[in-house]
Antibody
Framework: QVQLVESGGGVVQPGRSLRLSCAAS????????MHWVRQAPGKGLEWVAV????????YYADSVKGRFTISRDNSNNMLYLQVNSLRGEDTAVYYC??????????????WGQGTTVTVSS | QSALTQPASVSGSPGQSITISCTGT?????????VSWYQHHPGKAPKLMIY???NRPSGVSNRFSGSKSGNTASLTISGLQAEDEADYYC???????????FGGGTKLTVL
């Protein structure tokens, strides 16, 4: 069964950091690009970042560029999002999602249940 | 970066059909066939309903269909059912620096 499980969320003060994790199972993780997507309270889905299957290519939303870093560990089937210099507007549920095919970055066919990050003093 | 433009809400009665639009530019929706649609029930994981403009993943009802004309993509749901009530988001490849962009989302209410 294809599954993604996020962890690492919590309550954090502005300016601090967190590392979000996403454990993948049930598919050949190293073959697929992976995304992070977030949803702030009362807002829509916002794409955050994507990493290629081998980790060599990374793309970010303008709102997080320079503060967030996406990475992966293919030997352990793990996806990460290092979130630094957190701001109130980063408060959101963060989802990891799998790309539909090995050859593209588009179409997210499997999603985790999300992990919640709350930025508050 | 501006999101793709979707109506904030649409509604329909059971059995009816509705269409949700997703308007972008030639740099995203209009220029490439990489538009996807997602259904999101609050508190649950989003679900892929349509990929590459008009393709349905295995297991998705054929009541859901997608199309594109110019810079606007559309999701049509026919034979509306109560369980279709959810938020719907479009998503596209973009040539802007970020690679991927979502629409603002549309809340579907089944009356």
């Amino acid at each position: 069964q294809v599954q993604l499980v996020e962890s690492g969320g919590g309550v954090v003060q502005p300016g601090r950091s967190l590392r979000l994790s996403c454990a993948a199972s049930g598919f050949t993780f190293s073959t697929y690009a992976m995304h992070w997507v977030r949803q702030a309270p009362g807002k829509g889905l916002e794409w955050v970042a994507v990493v290629s299957s081998d980790g060599s290519n990374k793309y970010y939303a303008d709102s997080v560029k320079g503060r967030f870093t996406i990475s992966r560990d293919n030997s352990n089937n793990m996806l990460y999002l290092q979130v630094n210099s957190l701001r109130g507007e980063d408060t959101a549920v963060y989802y990891c999602a799998k790309c539909r095919t090995p050859t593209t970055y588009y179409g997210m066919d499997v999603w985790g249940q999300g992990t919640t990050v709350t930025v508050s003093s | 970066q501006s999101a793709l433009t979707q109506p904030a809400s649409v509604s329909g009665s059971p059995g009816q059909s509705i269409t949700i639009s997703c308007t972008g530019t030639s740099s995203d929706v209009g220029g490439y066939n990489y538009v996807s649609w997602y259904q999101h029930h609050p508190g649950k994981a989003p679900k892929l309903m349509i990929y590459d403009v008009s393709n349905r993943p295995s297991g998705v009802s054929n009541r859901f269909s997608g199309s594109k004309s110019g810079n606007t993509a559309s999701l049509t749901i026919s034979g509306l059912q109560a369980e279709d009530e959810a938020d719907y988001y479009c998503n596209s490849y973009t040539t802007r620096s970020t690679l991927v962009i979502f629409g603002g989302g549309t809340k579907l209410t089944v009356l």
